[in-house]
């Protein structure tokens, strides 16, 4: 049984209640807008904030700044070819940067893009490049109620139906996100990424796979796909992988590094010339791609750790753990739980709050409020005009909190639960332009 030993102490105090109350008006009520050191457990995101390792930190001294060509891009390209099977790769400077070049290359005016879900960086870059983007999910995905293992799936009859609509001469991507990260964060199955490999090539589309938590996602496949229980993740991550034309990945993720992420292309020397000029012209060279050289070394390195099961057992370990104890303070959590992240149906717990009013931000505020305890709602508030489920994301660092910070969001969550009939919802005092961005920005006030 893995466990980290902590070498690197910060010091985390609990703002006062007066200063949790205050920080609270001052930020709109939006948790975006607090600053960090007005909180106590930050289960904002699992993006970049987790701990380096040891050696980790050892790889970064060894960090080779050249623009061109360095040693660090070399050992880079060596881990990326290693762990994902991909020879042809850039780096970026997180996800979304490779999702501009990626998807700039492969996407004109008017297209459909399909995905089981967009994740709203995708989504938005979709968008930018003229593209209209359709989700795919399969509908157990939705409710959450059933213990599917794979609820992260491409539902295939669903895409097909819109391929009938737009005409598959409109199709130019087709992408698949492991693990499903805005279909709380759930699995997708190596049989449903072949099927939809199948599908793509079908309609002549370049089949994505946005690979930010595949480590995650292959270690649910071995656990729940059968044909893969006696395979080793590092086997199920490169088969999984390997039915891409091109993958996109945040290395803050399952590189394990503060910051970084990559584009690799297959077979396709043609898109990866257009991949690697459009790197030149919004990330740099494509050998450190709006990096330093050290950063290559860590993210080489974490790509390595986090294809290791001991590493997958502690950290999904973490998120189960953190699950089970919230479920026993009362928060009605989704089930089975996902790789980064537990999800609480917001409007389960405040059920006479209505979604217009924002169950998951009321929630998310009083759980701040009692606790320092930051997450972030998923639901009406942060995609407007959609109809995903009034969920709050509490997203688990890696390798960063331990069991007496699991405790305290427990207790935290269960002095909410005690005075759930207080809360009051919200509404949107002020916007800013891009509905699709408004949740990081918007201030809100309590509805009286
Ligand atoms: N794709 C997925 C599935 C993601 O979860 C993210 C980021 C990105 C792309 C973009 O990567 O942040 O490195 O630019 N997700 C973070 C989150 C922000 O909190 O879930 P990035």
């Known amino acids: 049984m893995r466990s980290y030993l902590s070498h690197v102490a910060r010091p985390v105090e609990q703002p006062s209640r007066e200063r949790r109350e205050q920080a609270l008006e001052a930020a709109g009520y939006n948790l975006f807008n607090i600053a960090a050191a007005d909180v106590a457990i930050d289960l904002l995101t699992d993006s970049g904030t987790g701990t380096m390792s040891t050696d980790q930190w050892a790889a970064m001294l060894q960090g080779d700044e050249a623009y061109a060509g360095s040693r660090s891009f070399e050992r ?9 099977g991909f020879e042809h790769v850039v780096p970026v400077h997180q996800g979304r940067g490779g999702e501009n070049v990626l998807y700039g290359a492969l996407i004109t005016e008017g297209e459909y893009v399909l995905n089981n879900t967009h994740f709203d960086t995708t989504r938005a870059h979709v968008a930018n490049n ?3 983007a359709i989700d795919c999910p399969i509908d157990a995905a939705v409710g959450g109620a059933s213990d599917y293992p794979f609820k992260g799936n491409f539902d295939i009859a669903t895409a097909r139906e819109h391929v009938e609509e737009v005409g598959a001469e409109n199709v130019s991507v087709v992408i698949l996100t492991i693990t499903n990260n805005s279909a709380a964060g759930q699995p997708v199955s190596v049989t449903n990424t072949r099927e939809v490999a199948a599908f793509a090539a079908d309609i002549d589309a370049t089949f994505v796979i946005d690979a930010c938590r595949f480590a995650e996602n292959a270690f649910f496949v071995q656990e729940r796909e059968s044909d893969y229980a006696d395979a080793s993740i590092r086997e199920i991550a490169r088969e999984q ?26 077979d396709d020397p043609e898109l990866f010339a257009r991949v690697k000029q459009r790197t030149i012209m919004y990330e740099g060279f494509p050998t450190y791609g709006g990096l330093a050289g050290r950063d290559l070394d860590a993210m080489a390195t974490g790509l390595r750790e986090a294809v290791e099961r001991p590493y997958l057992e502690h950290r999904i370990g973490q998120v189960r753990e953190l699950a089970e104890k919230l479920s026993a303070a009362g928060l009605p959590v989704v089930e089975p739980v996902g790789g980064h992240a537990v999800y609480v149906k917001a409007d389960q717990l405040l059920s006479h709050i209505p979604d217009e009013e924002f169950p998951g931000q009321a929630l998310v505020c009083a759980l701040y409020e009692e606790g320092g305890v930051r997450g972030v709602e998923i639901g009406s508030f942060a995609f407007p005009d959609t109809d995903r489920p009034e969920y709050v994301r509490l997203a688990v660092p890696r390798r960063t909190y331990h069991r007496e910070h699991f405790d305290h969001v427990a207790e935290t969550a269960a002095a909410v639960v005690e005075r759930h009939e207080e809360l009051t919802g919200f509404e949107i005092i002020g916007e800013p332009p891009i509905p699709e961005l408004r949740h990081f920005s918007a201030e809100l006030r309590p509805v009286e």
């Open 76 to 84: 880079f390209q060596e881990a990326v070819s290693e762990v994902t």
């Open 130 to 132: 003229g593209g209209h």
């Open 241 to 266: 992988l390997s039915y891409a034309d091109a993958i996109v990945v945040s290395g803050k993720k399952d590189g394990l590094s503060n910051i970084g992420g990559f584009v690799a292309v297959a």
